[in-house]
């Protein structure tokens, strides 16, 4: 084996031109030498080979780590198993995905009858050599004949949209194309309803900023230049908008916001008039205030959970048939937060947050409790789907240790069998779970779990620790199984997951405590969790790494510019690096919301403390860091990564490893190929093994 000192010093960056540009905003000179790094590497050749030339470095640098072949098999095994989706019914069809294991792409089935023999309906491993085309969205029309289904290539949030006959299998001939971040709502059988973009210029697919989205209606045998355009609002070209359908198919419901926030505006279509008034829209929710979030409708009465007074949420009914409709409390806010809601026969199922973990309560139509449904243990429950008038409703529910089973309950005699359960090749009755609380810098307790073999826990004895961490957007990071934790755990390695604030763990005082110029309590919450595993002698002294994705990979740049004293090893994944130009492309101009505008001087001063290319440290050891992206990343562009990565390597930050991964053919993460998460998986793993520590089991190395 080569020791620490032989393979950093074989490690040579690739020369990467520096630019002299300046510029002075609100009175400060800002330097941006690698702004060239921003280019297209489809139509940028000098980055298309810069890319090539650090990729080739960052694999010599991996193919020496003796920890990679061990993860890889080991990840390998973690995900062999069968997997399946919720199931959604339609008609008498069920219809969910199934991966057999090691599969590059979950096919699509569906039976003619909850005991019926599956039958193949599409296997997106078919539709490309490499794996790198994926099924993304799909929905059956309500009687169950027809199946809308939408597509993604190299991982791109473009999709293009095709439909198919069920029962023979065959695609109808049209095919719509510049659909993106869209529902997919159908209108009884004729037809159904997506949002999409106006075609870009060219060469600026993947770049350009989102404007002008529009609900579009497509009937079915139809070209695309015969849609409907059903919604769009021209004057403000900055909204986006979404379309849902009631169950009973009475009511379209168009949502429409300005950026990430949970503030809306919420129209109504009564699709029974449609004969008489066409498309005409009514006004149902006006102005960006609140989070106003269809669960469904019955006749004129439609269910939303709401926000509005109520920061963890609550439950609200408004009859649009009444002569004056008015806004009805079902269910007030409760000590835990409202993260889903839906109908099923009739009872509404309501999930909550307790902690971050999961709590599923049954109440009547009227908002009286009725039960509680058992989980077990600390986990995520998700699911609950259903309708009024049918008792039948899936879930799932996974934990750290244990891969998601899926589960059919009915509500009306309350019994839950099993649906599919994953067989293992580990035992989860090995591992720990537990959540602990640590205090942050101004005193704020923050929860965040901790897994790891049982028998560290009863010794005591300080591991290795991957600590992770988001902090944005109002999501919440929930107990939920991954093969590479999982392999992490299994090397002997403790897992942590702080749930910090900017997340959706507590509502909206949570989210807002974390965001705009809030922003740096994300990071001093991360902070006090690595300071917290180390203190407590949960992490070994030099073996604390960190990792993050999107907000999370800026997250862990600004840390590490922070603290670098702190963290062993680092890796940053397709993170949000440049603060000051990052509204500049694609969906990057919805993150205002969390964010600020670099172009205002008060929300400029915020960004510029933190953005991690332009706070690196001259003359401060920094950990050992691997940045990773994808070349086609068109939501968080990967010229982030590549600007923050050269910005790294010409920094005085001492001598060890500061790489970046480029994976070709993928994007932001979602329709990525199991072997291509697996070789990724594997690299990272074995880098932040390498720097802090984590020695492979002896019996397997």
Known sequence: METEQETVSTLSYPETRRDEIVETIFGEKIADPYRWLEGDVRSTPEVADWVARENAVTYAYLDKLPARSWFKAKIASLLDYERFSIPEKAGKRYFYTRNSGLQKQSQLYVRNGLKAEPRLLLDPNEWSADGTTALDAWKASPDGRYLVYSIQEDGSDWRRLKIMDVKSGQDLPEELRWAKFTNLAWAGKEGF???????????????????????WFHRLGTSQDQDELVFATPDHPERSHQAEVTHDGRWAVITSSLGTDARYEVHVIDLAQRGKSGWAARTLVNGFDNAWNLIDGVGGALWFVTNQDAPRYRVMVINLDAKKPEWTQVIPQLEETIVGASLVGDRLVVSYLKDAASRALIFNFGGKGVDEIRLNGLGTA????????????????????????????????????????????????????????????????????????????????????????????????????????????????????????????????????????????????????????????????????????????????????????LFDAAHASVGVMDMLRFDRWTAGRYWVDDYGYPSKERDFHVLRAYSPYHNIRNGVDYPAVI????????????????????????????????????????????????????????????????????????TEQ
Request: net charge neutral; aromatic share 12%.
């Open 193 to 215: 309803f997506y949002s999409r973009f106006p075609k870009p210029e060219e060469g600026q697919d993947f770049q350009s900023r989102n404007y002008n989205q529009a609900i």
């Open 382 to 565: 998700s699911g609950f789907k259903g309708k009024p008038g049918d008792p039948e409703t899936f879930f799932s529910f996974a934990s750290f240790n244990r891969p998601a089973g899926i589960y059919r309950m009915d509500l009306t005699t309350g019994k839950t069998s099993a649906f599919a359960e994953p067989k293992l090749t580990f035992d989860p009755e090995e591992y720990a779970v537990e959540q602990r609380f640590y205090t942050s810098k101004d005193g704020t307790k923050v929860p965040m779990f901790l897994v790891r073999k049982k028998s560290v826990a009863a010794a005591g004895i300080p591991v290795p620790t991957m600590l992770y961490g988001y902090g944005g957007f109002d999501i919440a990071l929930t107990p939920g199984f991954s093969p590479l934790r999982m392999a992490w755990l299994e090397a002997g390695g403790a897992f942590a997951m702080a749930n910090i604030r900017g997340g959706g763990e507590y509502g909206r005082a949570w989210h807002d405590a974390g965001r705009l110029g809030n922003k740096q309590n994300v990071f001093d919450d991360f902070i006090a969790a690595g300071e917290y595993l180390k203190q407590e002698g949960i992490a070994s002294p030099h073996g604390l790494a960190i990792e993050g994705r999107s907000n999370g990979g800026l997250l862990v740049g600004a840390v590490v510019n922070q603290r670098p004293d």
């Open 627 to 698: 940045v990773s992206t994808a070349d086609t990343d068109d939501r968080v562009v990967p010229g982030h990564s590549f600007k923050y990565a050269a910005a790294l390597q010409a920094a005085d930050i001492g001598g060890k490893p500061h790489i970046i991964r480029i994976e070709t053919g993928a994007g932001h993460g979602s329709g990525k190929p199991t072997d291509k998460v697996i070789g990724e998986g594997a690299d990272i793993l074995a880098f932040l093994a390498e720097w802090t520590g984590l020695a492979l089991p002896a």
